[in-house]
């Protein structure tokens, strides 16, 4: 008939309609819980974990930065400072001509000007060479763009036809990086 009500659906009582109205807001108060969560606490966490981790790597090279000087700084001192020293009569143009890439400012003037007008002539004149050798070195002080090295110097030298003479010296070497490379810029015995 026409003017009747459908009968209530099997099983769909008060009761049941009661209970659905009760769970919307616990159901609604788990998903914002959730959206929270989703959207505002795993966003922060992942910004300080890296945070944390962008501060750790900033420490890091605060220690590393000065151990790659102090090393580079000395090997550079090392390799120098032999090249400086060493030079046989018939190459002392190459040999001490090259050594000006490893220089720079006033020492790499200075170095120039005493090379060419004595040590360079008196080579080839008394036929004079010599060997220099470092058995130690150690870093005295380095920072990111300037070091300071003491370098200990075997030199043997020979004049002419006669015996070697041979001769212990300490050098406090001073370098400035320049670009990617530590260039000496002092050159001062101790």
Request: proline share 5%; hydrophobic share 45%.
């Amino acid at each position: 008939m026409q003017g009747e009500a459908d009968p209530a659906p099997i099983g769909d009582s008060e009761d049941d309609a009661d209970d659905r109205s009760s769970e919307g807001p616990a159901v609604l108060r788990g998903a914002r819980w959730g959206r929270v969560v989703a959207y505002g606490v795993l966003p922060a966490l992942a910004l300080l974990l890296a945070m944390a981790a962008g501060y750790l790597k900033w420490l890091d090279s605060l220690v590393r930065d000065p151990q790659e000087a102090r090393i580079e700084s000395v090997r550079a001192a090392t390799d120098g400072t032999v090249a400086l020293l060493s030079y046989k009569p018939d190459t002392v143009d190459k040999d001490l001509g090259g050594v000006r890439d490893r220089l720079t400012g006033s020492f790499k003037d200075a170095y120039t000007s005493l090379t060419r007008d004595v040590v360079i002539p008196g080579a080839k004149q008394k036929q004079i060479s010599a060997a220099a050798s470092v058995p130690a070195a150690a870093s005295v002080s380095a920072t990111a763009n300037h070091a300071v090295v003491l370098v200990f110097v075997n030199q043997t030298v020979i004049v002419g036809n006669d015996a070697p003479t041979g001769m212990a010296s300490s050098v406090r070497v001073t370098l400035d990086k320049i670009g990617d490379r530590w260039l000496i810029s002092g050159f001062d015995p101790v």
